[in-house]
């Protein structure tokens, strides 16, 4: 038997080895097909594509909202490389501007590292992503900090 003009078993390839390769993928191919299969969204609610502004660190708010038009995503997690944590409340109502201008909204916040942070510094970063809008945040806490991060999951309703 001849594969790509070469023989089949060439001796390259072992016996065992083609043995060996051909049962794992027998074995995966029996799998059922929803084994590799993406959850499924309900009929009425489409697909929704977001990026993570830290994809786009490399350019400036403006350039990071023209890329994301230009890619056609509607939804963004902002990185403090777009939107600094210290905004000022005004700052980030330009910010949350300018991304719901473009038809951008915002979805999450993050990755914000807690393991160090005090609870003035938990609570300034619920604020900022709340003034932002955004209804969830992604974070790195440390295990002491989650009785804190819980208050404040609950005050301000952000996941």
């Known amino acids: 038997m001849m594969w790509a003009g070469q023989p089949f078993m060439s001796s390259r390839l072992s016996r065992r080895h083609w043995i060996t390769t051909v049962s794992a993928a027998g074995s995966a ?49 902002i ?8 905004s000022t409340p005004e700052e980030i109502a330009t910010a949350r501007k300018q991304f719901e201008d473009a038809g951008i909204k915002i979805i999450g916040v993050g990755n914000i590292n807690f393991s160090k942070a005090d609870e003035a510094e ?5 604020e900022y992503a709340k003034n932002l809008g955004a209804p969830v945040m ?22």
Do not use: C, W
């Open 122 to 126: 938990m609570k300034r970063n619920f």
């Open 29 to 77: 191919l029996s799998l059922s097909p929803s084994a590799f299969a993406a959850p499924k969204a309900e009929a009425d609610e489409p697909f929704k594509l977001g990026v993570a502004s830290y994809s786009l660190r490399k350019l400036s708010r403006p350039d990071a909202i023209k890329a994301l038009k230009t890619l056609n995503v509607d939804y963004v997690n």
């Open 138 to 159: 992604v974070m790195a806490p440390s295990k002491e900090k989650l009785p804190a991060i819980e208050k404040f999951v609950k005050e301000y309703n952000i996941k």
């Open 79 to 86: 990185k403090d490389v777009h939107l600094a944590l210290t």
